[in-house]
Each structure stands twice: as structure tokens, then as C-alpha cells.
């Protein structure tokens, strides 16, 4: 295996043609993209039942399917573990999902998003068993979870099923790797422990990364000018020996064409490379309000369907920016279109299932107080 191979199209970040409607993703720009990251010697492929509300599937299916021959690419798709509610439904969704991409087989298919409520749920339908014989059965070549909990629950699952599975799909980045809300590292090692291959997700962490504050900014061009921020962050993982695939979800021609040159030109992070990561992890940690990947899991439960991640977003840009009030307007603006931040009835159901376990009704009430009281109408625009 090179580390030009361990380069991975995620597709849950798709380029859209109206950026209030998930499901309209541009097709031909996508295609676009494919045809460049295929020509440069890429070829796998991450999506999910979930993603942009089921069409990244059938995106993947006019852009790669159609369009290559089947043996020149990976595909790699998942179980939607939280909407099983019966054995059946493991057959329902996987015929559902070869009916969207066009396929016959996965290259590698994994059960989406194991933590404490849903591992329950896949335990429940006999899940692993299913996709232990979905591998037997040629359907998926490659079988695994991906995992969004901590070391002890990783450590519970790999004892009872590491044996039949090839992969586990972590949530890995410099942030993260010493978070202790994470345990990124400790899962990387129980991986290792157990021979489990590890693919990478949310590298930039839903690009909270990518988007620091000014000062952080200025470090990283000090630092190096000629490379970008995204650039640091893909090689960190991409150097770890275990880690096959890091994914990146991209939805701009530009990102696409600076994570190719990153893979195409591929070299380890050197020692003190790793250590200004380091320094430039514990000032970001400390500069971002709510650390929120943008996952959207939590929308998913919310019964007052409130638009989480991007009220975290807006927090998060704004905590940075004290200086402007443009942010309470496009806040107001969610507010108007969306449902409000101010809806949160505190009954919880979202908090197990946040990714980053993020205590989400308590941050939401610290939205909602500084955009109501920390502005002045007549702070400058940004
Ligand atoms: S606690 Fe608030 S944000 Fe969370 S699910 Fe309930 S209403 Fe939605
Ligand atoms: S609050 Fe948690 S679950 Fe919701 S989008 Fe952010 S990280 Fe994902």
C-alpha cells in the first residue's frame, strides 16, 4: 500500500446546487470532480444510506458507476443502524443501496455509526451476524463499523466481533487525538491491538480545521506558506502506519485539487512538523466555542427538528469574531427560516447521539444568551 492510496472520496459533503436543499447535489460539477481525482489515480469511494438524504448514493451511481468500468474503483457504503427496526430491515436497505448505486457487491460495507444507543439497536437485528455473511456471500468484500464512541465501547465491540471484522472507520484528526471526549488515539491502538485496518473520518473535523481564527491563521503561513492548512491535517493521519483511508468530504473543485496534490506528492510529517500540530491543537481547542463537526446526526432525533450544527457554526465563527454583529443577523435569519434555537425543550434525546458529546441543549441555551444579550447594533461589519 502507498500513501497515494490511502486517499478517499468522502461523498457526505457534495457540491450542491442550492445549499438550503441537501438532496440537490450538482451533478455535473461532481462529475467533474470524479473524472479529475479518477485521471490522477484515486479510486475509492465513502458514502452512506443517509447521506444528502439518500442521493449521494444515486450521485455515485451517474458519476462513477455509469461512467467507469466496475473493477476501476471502490465503492464503500453503510447500514443505516438507526432506522432498523426489525432483522428484515438488514436485507431491505442493503437491496435498497445496490438498487441506488447500480452495483451488484460493495467493496467494503460497514455499519453506520456504532455508539452506545445504536450498537443496542445492531445487536438487537442481528446486524454484525448479517454482515459477517454479506462478506461470505461475496455481497461486501471488505466488512466493518464505523465508530462513533469511546475506547471502552470500541474495546467491548472488538472483543465480541473483531474477529470477523477487516475494518473500523474512526474519527481521527490532530484535534481529537488526545481529546478525552474522543480517545481518538486509545481507539487508534485498540485498533492496532486487534489488527483491524482504521479508516479515517472527519480529518479537518467538519472543517473546524480548516477555518481557525486569524492568529492560528498567521501560524500556519509563518509556518510553512506553500502549504495549506488541510494539507497538515490529511498528512497527520495519512502517516499513521495502521490507517488505510482518510476520507475527505469535498464540495469545492479547489479542495479537491489541494488534497490530490497532497496524496500526489505525499511525504510523512516529520518530527517538528508533529509538534507545531500540537501547539496548534491546544489553541484551537481553546478557541473554539462548541467543538461541533457538523455531523448532523443530532438534527436526525430532534423532535423540534432545531438546525443544530448551524447554530454551533454561527456560535463558533461569532466567539472568533466579537468584533461584528453580521452574525446575530444571519442568526435571526436561521431563526426566521429555520426552527429556533430557542425551541429546545431540553428533552435530551440528542445528546447520545453527538458525535463529539457535546452537552448540545446546555450549548444551544449559551447560543441563544450570546446572541441575544453580547451584541451591539452598532459593532462593525465583518
Ligand atoms: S434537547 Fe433540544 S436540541 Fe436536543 S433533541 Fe431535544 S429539543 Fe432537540
Ligand atoms: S452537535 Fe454533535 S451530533 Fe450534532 S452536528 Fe454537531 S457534532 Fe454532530
Excluded at 427538528?305 to 448551524?310: D, Q, R, Y
Excluded at 441563544?368 to 447594533?377: A, K, L, N
Amino acid at each position: 500500500m502507498t500513501y497515494k492510496s490511502k486517499f478517499g472520496f468522502g461523498c457526505m459533503r457534495l457540491p450542491l446546487t442550492d445549499e438550503n436543499d441537501p438532496t440537490s447535489v450538482d451533478q455535473d460539477l461532481f462529475n467533474q470532480m470524479v473524472d479529475i481525482y479518477m485521471d490522477k489515480g484515486f479510486n475509492y469511494f465513502d458514502t452512506s444510506y443517509a447521506y444528502h438524504n439518500g442521493t449521494s448514493e444515486v450521485a455515485i451511481r451517474k458519476a462513477v458507476v455509469e461512467r467507469y468500468p466496475r473493477e476501476s474503483y471502490q465503492i464503500c457504503d453503510k447500514m443505516p443502524t438507526w432506522a432498523l427496526t426489525s432483522e428484515d430491515d438488514n436485507d431491505r436497505f442493503v437491496n435498497e443501496m445496490l438498487e441506488r448505486l447500480g452495483i451488484d457487491y460493495f467493496d467494503v460495507f460497514f455499519i453506520h455509526n456504532i455508539n452506545t444507543p445504536w450498537y443496542k439497536l445492531a445487536e438487537k437485528h442481528n446486524t454484525f451476524e448479517y454482515v459477517r455473511k454479506m462478506k461470505e456471500n461475496g455481497i461486501a468484500r471488505k466488512i466493518g463499523f464505523s465508530f462513533h464512541d469511546n475506547a471502552s465501547l470500541l474495546e467491548e465491540v472488538l472483543e465480541k466481533y473483531g474477529d470477523m471484522m477487516d475494518i473500523v472507520q474512526l474519527e481521527l484528526n490532530y484535534l481529537d487525538w488526545e481529546d478525552p471526549a474522543i480517545e481518538a488515539h486509545k481507539c487508534y491502538d485498540l485498533c492496532v491491538k486487534h489488527g483491524i485496518d482504521v479508516y479515517v473520518m472527519e480529518p479537518l473535523k467538519g472543517g473546524v480545521i480548516v477555518n481557525p481564527n486569524d492568529e492560528i491563521r498567521n501560524d500556519f503561513k509563518e509556518f510553512n506558506p506553500e502549504k495549506s492548512i488541510a494539507s497538515f491535517a490529511l498528512r497527520f493521519c495519512a502517516s499513521l502506519e495502521n490507517v488505510k483511508i482518510v476520507l475527505s468530504g469535498m464540495s469545492k473543485m479547489d479542495d479537491l485539487l489541494d488534497n490530490c496534490d497532497t496524496f500526489e506528492n505525499f511525504e510523512p510529517l516529520s518530527g517538528e512538523e508533529t509538534e507545531f500540530l500540537e501547539k496548534m491543537a491546544e489553541k484551537l481547542n481553546s478557541s473554539v466555542a462548541v467543538p461541533c463537526s457538523e455531523c448532523g446526526y443530532c438534527v436526525d432525533v430532534c423532535p423540534e427538528m432545531i438546525p443544530i450544527p448551524e447554530y454551533f457554526s454561527l456560535y463558533n465563527i461569532s466567539t472568533n469574531r466579537p468584533e461584528s454583529n453580521i452574525y446575530r443577523l444571519y442568526f435571526d435569519k436561521l431563526a426566521d427560516e429555520k426552527v429556533s434555537a430557542e425551541d429546545c425543550t431540553f428533552c435530551g434525546t440528542c445528546v447520545d447521539h453527538c458525535t463529539q458529546h457535546i452537552e448540545i441543549p446546555d450549548e444551544l441555551e449559551k447560543v441563544c444568551e450570546h446572541f441575544t444579550e453580547g451584541f451591539s447594533p452598532y459593532a462593525g461589519s465583518p
